[in-house]
């Protein structure tokens, strides 16, 4: 069967990587999750005390970009890939409302970009591909079969990631959450290089009242006319 490039870009906490994933088990196809690796980059400048007070030491990172190896290797207990950082399992690490504070300023450095995006173009190179992030459609894979553009109205969102962190046993206030939802919606959407926009041609979706099922069963449509090149 045919196999094609599925990008799937939006705000934060839109459930972007749960659908990435429902899709890619479905399909049979490789997910990557892009938010991970700025989240990586992220922990990695943290941990070489690159950023104080929230202020990223631009030239130190870009000095040592050279020295960060970012993987995905599959978790065969639960089926999912988890990112390592240099050999290290960074996965919980990766996911805290720390990082969520200081990836976007990250995440704008072109530097950063430059690395990442070349390396998950090499990951996508074979097609049979699902990637979410921030510019899939736009910078990473313009000419992706498939583009979505996922959006939720910022309170809902901030539940969504609120549960999420609660689960993983992080100690936070939904106050706290719902303000770094929206920071980091409006660094992500404001920078100068590969903003957060909707590509011309991709399909948006707001999904705050549409439950997972629903909005998996949509999109499954939809990958599966644009395999089948029903449209
Ligand atoms: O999807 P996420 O919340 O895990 O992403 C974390 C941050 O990484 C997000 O706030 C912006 C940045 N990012 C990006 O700039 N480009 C991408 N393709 C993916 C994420």
Redesign the pocket.
Known sequence: MKKITIAIDGF?STG?STLAKQLADWLDYIYVD???M??AVTLFAMQKGFIEDARVDQGALENALKDISIDFKKNESTGVAEVFLNGINVEKQIRTLEVSAL??PV?AISAVRIKLVSQQQKLGQNKGVVMD????ATVVFPEAELKIFLDASAPTRAERRYKELIANGDEVSLEDVLANVVE?DHI?STRKDSPLVKAKDAIAIDNSHMNLEDQFHVILQLAKDRIAGRI
């Open positions: 934060s972007k892009t938010g991970a700025y989240r990836v976007s995440a992030g921030r510019d899939i980091r992500d």
